[in-house]
């Protein structure tokens, strides 16, 4: 999935545009995996009914958040985002719901909440299963009735904002565990949706590593082959943050148009197996030569991702049955 800017993918029909304040990212998904997600988000972007997204720190929760909304029945409405655990509780009633002047010292006016600032568009509220029961309350209560009151306020007002909430951990465990409330879990969950971790997405892996080597302002053509055969053995705990690091990393030190396996964090070149009197010195700086599996999985993966992800395609393009090729990357990942 990278149709040309402005143009749906053919795939799940989605703009794979995520606009931001200042700039908007670009969706890369040539994995099963995330296409068949993306698919949902498509399903569930013409609704405004509260949708609830599930993956590990990393994985583009929020991107696919702004990928629902921009695709959704008010594109052009207010994407609000919080941070739940960035902030205490009291805070964070006072950033959701506004406060009345003099709701408390230093409180010389009032003010909008991020609920008053979302309405007409999405409410965006990240890592939800940190929040207070007490704040979980008063979000089961907006929810429910459509309104809110301000801090120090008596009256309510309606609002109309889409909610779109994300987390890391399993709600369900938090509701077993009495750490979060079961009708604000139902309330909260009508559209559910599970990012993939990068480790499952592996197909995606050099697509998004090229995309960011094309968002950094030096002119660079990509990676030497050691360096790609090292993102790609990697297993990536931080996910696609983690990835997007590793390459700013890697181009802040590149000597040439290519990113070598030198250039990358340390902790990538030890993921690539090395034969240990390998020679060295290839023409690239005195990089390790690859084994014959890491130079098998390089070229295998570049022709997937030459093919847009088509394994049936991928398999016509390197003769060999699509079954085979199936088992190669299952290995893989």
């Given at each position: ?29 040539h994995s099963p995996a995330m296409q ?104 089961l209560r907006a929810l429910q009735d ?130 240990v009197d390998a020679p060295r010195g ?52």
């Amino acid at each position: 999935m990278e149709p040309q800017d402005g143009a749906p993918c053919e795939v799940c029909g989605l703009v794979p545009l995520a606009p931001s304040l200042t700039r908007a990212a670009r969706v890369v998904a040539h994995s099963p995996a995330m296409q068949a997600l993306l698919k949902r988000v498509a399903r569930f972007a013409v609704s405004d009914a509260p949708v609830a997204i599930r993956g590990e720190t990393g994985s583009g929760k929020e991107v696919v958040a702004r990928l629902l909304h921009a695709n959704g029945s008010r594109p052009d409405g207010p994407f609000v985002a919080v941070n739940v655990a960035a902030l205490p509780a009291e805070l964070l009633e006072s950033e959701l719901f506004g406060h009345g002047r003099g709701a408390f010292t230093g409180a010389g006016s009032g003010r909008r909440g991020l609920f008053e600032e979302a309405s007409g568009g999405t409410l965006f509220l990240d890592e939800i299963g940190e929040m207070s029961a007490a704040l979980q309350a008063k979000l089961l209560r907006a929810l429910q009735d459509g309104e809110v009151r301000r801090v120090g306020e008596n009256r309510a007002f309606a609002v109309d904002a889409r909610v779109v909430c994300a987390t890391h951990r399993d709600l369900r465990d938090a509701v077993r565990d009495g750490r979060f409330r079961e009708d604000l879990y139902y309330r909260l969950r009508v559209l559910e949706l599970t990012v993939p971790p990068l480790r499952d997405r592996h197909e995606d892996i050099l697509p998004l590593a090229r995309r960011f080597v094309r968002d950094e302002r030096r002119p660079l053509r990509g990676f030497t082959p050691p360096a790609e055969a090292a993102l790609l053995a990697h297993a990536w705990p931080g996910n696609v943050r983690e990835l997007a690091n590793a390459v700013r990393h890697g181009a802040a030190l590149a000597a040439s148009s290519e990113i070598a396996l030198e250039d990358l964090p340390e902790e990538l070149a030890g993921s690539i197996a090395r034969p240990v009197d390998a020679p060295r010195g290839d023409g690239r700086g005195g990089e390790p030569w690859l084994t014959l599996a890491a130079l098998e999985r390089v070229h295998v993966l570049r022709v997937l991702d030459a093919c847009g992800g088509s394994q049936s395609e991928a398999a016509r393009v390197l003769g060999i049955g699509r079954n085979t090729l199936w088992r190669k990357l299952r290995a893989w990942a």
